[in-house]
């Protein structure tokens, strides 16, 4: 057998639990931002390292 309190917890938490499930939502509709262009070909994004020895 649980505490009392414990069970209490439980029934406090079941009932905050119905409360949000019965509460109305409203949903907005939101844009999604637009994709930056990309200027770039694949080829830019796959570069390596350019070492110069100047001695």
């Not at 414990?6 to 844009?31: A, G």
Request: aromatic share 2%; proline share 13%.
């Amino acid at each position: 057998m649980l505490p009392p309190f414990i069970i209490e917890q439980i029934r406090r938490r079941e009932e905050q639990q119905r409360r949000r499930s019965e509460q109305p939502t409203v949903e907005l509709p939101v844009e999604l931002p637009a994709a930056p262009p990309s200027d770039r070909d694949d080829d830019d994004r796959d570069r390596g390292v350019l070492i110069v020895d100047l001695g």
